[in-house]
């Protein structure tokens, strides 16, 4: 189901709780969410649709994919960009890293890891910011 985008800053800067396999649902309305945003949005927390999960989704290439409790595990290679959010008016500076590796569970709740690079490394590493309630 489609979900509003919360713009309350006061939700988004607080940081999530761990999801466990009753937030498996989250997987859908995440999907829907940014399938419907997708001229403007690439990826998602939980929290900008309400629910303060440690949840995320982003659009990977062709793929969305959904990453429960994601911790990026390796980083090398800072950098300074700016970026946007949904939730959130204007873009701000940000220090992110060009490559990462980030440790999760996906939707059959199997743990997973991802090697990163590039745009999909930075689409990441903002959506695991919104896991611990920092804002761009």
Request: proline letters at 7%.
């Amino acid at each position: 189901m489609i979900k509003p985008i919360n713009k309350d800053t006061m939700i988004l800067s607080r940081p999530c709780q761990p999801a466990t396999k009753a937030d498996l649902g989250l997987a859908s309305d995440l999907r829907d969410t940014l399938q419907a945003n997708a001229d403007r949005c690439v990826g998602m927390g939980a929290n900008m649709i309400g629910v303060t999960k440690q949840v995320i989704i982003a659009q990977l290439g062709p793929f969305p994919v959904v990453m429960f409790n994601p911790t990026i595990i390796k980083k090398q290679g800072p950098y300074q960009t700016k970026e946007g959010c949904l939730s959130l008016p204007g873009q701000r500076p940000v220090t992110r890293y060009q490559k990462i590796q980030v440790r999760f569970r996906n939707e059959n709740w199997q743990k997973q890891e991802l090697s990163l690079d590039g745009f999909a490394a930075e689409i990441v590493q903002h959506e695991v910011d919104h896991c611990h309630g920092i804002l761009i």
